[in-house]
DNA sequence: TATTGTTATACTCTATAACTATA
DNA sequence: TATAGTTATAGAGTATAACAATA
């Protein structure tokens, strides 16, 4: 109900946005949402699931299912953590550390077109805005 | 790509929005869709599915379903287009004007409750951000 | 008892394709 | 041939609940 009874358009946008960054990462075997947990790890270091679940605001076994999909590509590796034998510590492996700039620079064309009707201050904002608003509800 | 690799955070800022939505309309039956569909045929007057369709960018087996709903509701009724016996035109009922109000009313309070955690000044801009990007894509 | 990760499953939303009846 | 509406179905995405291992 963001606004008003346009939420609709709202989804819609989310959802055409989503699809327009996974085309765009194809040729890298990545999706929005496997380089959003590579962000992650690539900001926070290596973590375990539990903890990219809570800082992603991802389901635990939503996490699980993403992490499978990185290690498949060689983009990260589970470990063992020491001290706790439930936990797996997930690290960034070389290939997934090269493949950041690479998915950043691809996301970025694309979403310069079509951001393009927000300047970057503005675009900046928005993020902040709905990071925070994610982030209240969870 | 909206918001980079937090692209997710927006399919899930719009899931969420949409379910409050939907469980603040329901004491009327019905979902911010429906809302969406009705207040269309309220700014438009009665039209066709395949314009409500084009107006409200549905795909049109997603019309069927919506409009199916809403006239099971009484909200709105399908006559016979005069011309063109393939067509039906979609207008609404007096339940479904009465209803619209009402709808908005709910959707106004609930959309001040959830994005109470964005301080006013916040809210206005998030809204004004959103709305100029769904604008400029559809 | 609680927590980490896992698996299987169910659910929602949307799009696609095939069908009918008209044009 | 093309279009309006319908139906059935498939697909993507996510959440839920039950489970094993461990704390």
Redesign the interface.
Known sequence: ??????????????????E??DR?LEPLGLT??L??V??ILGAEGARTQHEIGSL???DRSSAVVFIDALEALGMVERRQKPGDRRAHVVALTEKGRLALPK??AL??K??RE??A??EPG?QR???A??????Q??N
Chains 1, 2 share one sequence.
């Open positions: 109900m963001l606004f008003g009874s346009a939420d609709f358009l709202l989804n819609k946008s989310a959802r055409r946005s989503r327009r960054l765009a929005g949402k380089l959003y590579l962000e992603g605001c991802i998915a950043r996301e970025a694309v979403r079509y951001l009707c927000l503005d904002t928005l993020v805005l709905l990071t925070r608003l994610v209240a509800h």
